[in-house]
C-alpha cells in the first residue's frame, strides 16, 4: 500500500468518492474515511481497481481519536464528511450538529497537529439562506434559514480561526445543488435530480414541493472535483471561502422538462407544499473561484444531467 498523501473524509459518498477516484486515475495515493451512514458501499466498489492505491477506514469523524489515525500522513484532507440534508437537520438537529461542527473541528484540530498542509471543506450555498439578491457573492451577509445551514456556516468560520491563529491552511467551497452519477436517489433525503429522474424512468409522477418555478444553480459533480483539486494548492485560496457553481439559474419545472425530452417521456409533476428552510432562488456569482483558483465549470447542465440518467439506467 503506497503512502496516502490524500485524505477524503465522507469518501464512500457521492461527492467523496468522486473527489477519491480522480485523485486514484491520476495515480495518487487515497485514504478514506467513512462510516457509510449516507455513502454507500456501491460507490467504493467502483474504487476498486486501484486497490492497491486506496485505503479505507470504517468509522466516524465524531471519534476524534480515528480522527487523528486518519489523518496521520497525509498532506491534504478533503473534508467532505457531514450529515447533508436540510430536512435531516430539521427532524434531528442534535445528530447533524455532533457530525457537521463536531466533527468538523476534530478534522481541523487533527490536521493542525499532524502538519497537514491543507485542508478543503466542503461548505454549502444554504449559509446564504433565502436574501432576495441574485446573483449570490461573498461579500453578502449570511443568513441561515436552517440547522444544517448554520453548521456548514460554523465549519466555515472555525476554518477561518485555524488559518488565521493555528496557520493551518483551509478553503471552504460553498457547493450550489451538487448533482451527478452515485447520489442515492432512494435515501429519505435524496437530491432533487436524482429523484426527479427515478420517478420518470418507473413511470411516477415526480413530487415538486412548492410551484417549480423556485430555481437552483444545478452544479454537476465534475466541475465540483475541479474545484476542489484546484483548491488544494492554489496559494491565494487560503482561508478564503467561496461560491463552487455554474452561473446558471434553472428552475425546478425546467429541469423536469429537460429530463422528459432526454428520455423521450412527458411529464406531469404532482406538486406539494413548500418545504421548511428550504430557500426560493440561488446562483452563483462564482468570480472569485476564477480569479483565485482558475476554476472554470466544464460540464454544462445539459450534459450533465444526460450523464446522471445514463448512469441511473445503468444502475449506477
Excluded at 9 to 32: M, N
Excluded at 149 to 167: D, H, M, P, S
Amino acid at each position: 500500500m503506497a503512502k496516502a498523501k490524500y485524505l477524503v473524509t465522507g469518501g464512500a459518498g457521492f461527492i467523496g468518492s468522486h473527489i477519491a477516484e480522480t485523485l486514484l486515475k491520476q495515480g495518487e495515493a487515497v485514504r478514506i474515511l467513512d462510516n457509510i451512514a449516507t455513502g454507500r458501499q456501491a460507490n467504493l466498489e467502483a474504487l476498486r481497481e486501484y486497490a492497491e492505491r486506496v485505503e479505507f477506514i470504517d468509522g466516524d469523524i465524531r471519534d476524534a481519536k480515528l480522527v487523528r489515525t486518519a489523518v496521520e500522513g497525509t498532506e491534504v484532507v478533503f473534508h467532505q464528511a457531514a450529515l447533508a440534508s436540510v430536512p435531516r437537520s430539521i427532524a434531528d438537529p442534535v445528530a447533524s450538529l455532533e457530525t457537521n461542527i463536531n466533527g468538523t473541528q476534530n478534522v481541523l484540530l487533527a490536521a493542525r497537529d499532524a502538519g497537514v498542509r491543507r485542508v478543503v471543506y466542503a461548505s454549502s450555498s444554504s449559509v446564504y439562506g433565502n436574501t432576495p439578491t441574485l446573483p449570490k457573492h461573498e461579500e453578502m451577509p449570511t443568513a441561515p434559514m436552517s440547522p444544517y445551514a448554520v453548521q456548514k456556516l460554523t465549519g466555515e468560520l472555525l476554518c477561518g480561526v485555524f488559518t488565521r491563529i493555528y496557520g493551518l491552511e483551509t478553503v471552504a467551497l460553498r457547493y450550489f445543488n451538487v448533482f451527478g452519477p452515485r447520489q442515492d436517489p432512494a435515501s429519505e433525503y435524496a437530491a432533487v435530480i436524482p429523484r426527479f429522474i427515478t420517478a420518470l424512468l418507473e413511470k411516477r409522477r415526480p413530487i415538486v414541493f412548492g410551484d417549480g418555478e423556485q430555481t437552483r444553480d444545478f452544479t454537476y459533480v465534475e466541475n465540483v472535483v475541479q474545484a476542489n483539486l484546484l483548491a488544494a494548492t492554489a496559494p491565494a485560496a487560503s482561508g478564503a471561502a467561496m461560491n463552487v457553481g455554474c452561473g446558471d439559474q434553472i428552475s425546478l419545472n425546467s429541469v423536469l422538462q429537460i429530463a422528459g425530452d432526454l428520455l423521450g417521456v412527458r411529464v406531469d409533476a404532482e406538486y406539494r407544499e413548500p418545504r421548511a428552510g428550504d430557500v426560493r432562488d440561488s446562483l452563483a456569482d462564482i468570480s472569485k473561484a476564477q480569479r483565485l483558483l482558475g476554476y472554470k465549470p466544464t460540464v454544462d447542465f445539459r450534459e450533465g444531467l444526460a450523464r446522471t440518467i445514463r448512469a441511473l439506467e445503468a444502475g449506477r
